[in-house]
Nanobody, 125 residues
Framework: VQLQASGGGLVQAGGSLRLSCAAS????????MGWFRQAPGKEREFVAL????????RYGDSVKGRFTISRDNGKNTVYLQMNSLKPEDTGIYYC???????????????????WGQGTLVTVSS
């Protein structure tokens, strides 16, 4: 699976953005997907994950209730709807495919492969 994230930009605090992650490859519809973010000088942080069918999702504590992950297997795309954005949401957002051998619902970036190039989200106060 090859991944390309898009949809980032500059938004004011309280605003919304929707990120997209377009995937190529026939295994997408059977692959769990995750979103991570990385702020300058900080480690990569788990944001959300979704299983292959979309029936299971998990969120990082800092985004629960504000972000929603979804997928459209017919379009080979995963989305991240981000509402009520805060300045601390600023960072580069990456999508990645869950390693097929990973157990459960991992939040460590080490359990993900095929990282996209990232898209920059900047939230101004």
């Amino acid at each position: 699976v090859q991944l390309q994230a898009s949809g980032g930009g500059l938004v004011q605090a309280g605003g919304s953005l929707r990120l997209s992650c377009a995937a190529s490859g026939r295994t997408f519809s059977s692959t769990g997907m995750g979103w991570f973010r990385q702020a300058p000088g900080k480690e990569r942080e788990f944001v959300a994950l979704i299983n292959w069918s979309g029936s299971t999702t998990r969120y990082g504590d800092s985004v629960k209730g504000r972000f929603t992950i979804s997928r459209d297997n017919g379009k080979n795309t995963v989305y991240l709807q981000m509402n009520s954005l805060k300045p601390e949401d600023t960072g580069i957002y990456y999508c990645a495919a869950l390693d097929s051998g990973a157990p459960g619902w991992p939040t460590s970036p080490d359990m993900y492969v095929n990282w996209g190039q990232g898209t920059l989200v900047t939230v101004s106060s």
